[in-house]
């Protein structure tokens, strides 16, 4: 993770995989928020992979922004990640503009709702849903 600072925004660029593993990386980088900053952008170019901890982690990351009354934006959705969306939302078809529709507040509430649900009924030795 890179985290670069321009103005009155800052940019985190994700790399690698979104996974169990991201959430605490991702929430520490609201540590480097300045009081001059009313701007988050979310960099997934180089993210190939997400799994349903990850877009949960996404999810609180952005959440925990807007309550530092960050505007917050996430650029660079890759096909995989797209499509854990889409499948986690219950949208047919390969990727169906999730990540669009991610910057709407009510996906957003949408996605964590079902992806909670989904870790919840997931037998943990077959993975988060291991079809995506």
């Known amino acids: 993770m890179d985290i670069q600072h321009c103005r009155n925004s800052m940019q ?11 959430g605490e990386i991702l929430q520490r980088a ?3 928020v300045t009081i001059d900053e009313h701007a988050l952008l979310v960099d ?4 190939a992979a997400m799994d349903i901890d990850g877009l949960l982690h996404l999810l609180n990351l952005h959440r925990s922004a807007e309550r530092m009354h960050l505007r917050v934006q996430v650029t ?18 390969p990727r169906a503009g ?5 910057a709407l507040a009510g ?6 709702e079902k992806a909670q649900r989904a870790r919840e009924h997931s ?7 291991p079809h995506i």
């Open 76 to 93: 660079g959705w890759q096909p995989q990640p797209q499509q854990c969306m889409a499948t986690v939302a219950g949208i047919p078809g």
């Open 107 to 112: 996906f957003r509430r949408l996605l964590e």
């Open 44 to 47: 997934l170019h180089a993210v």
């Open 30 to 32: 609201l540590d480097y």
């Open 123 to 129: 037998d943990v030795t077959d993975g988060w849903l």
């Open 12 to 22: 985190i660029s994700a790399t690698g995989e979104l996974d169990e593993g991201a």
């Open 98 to 102: 999730t990540g669009e529709r991610y």
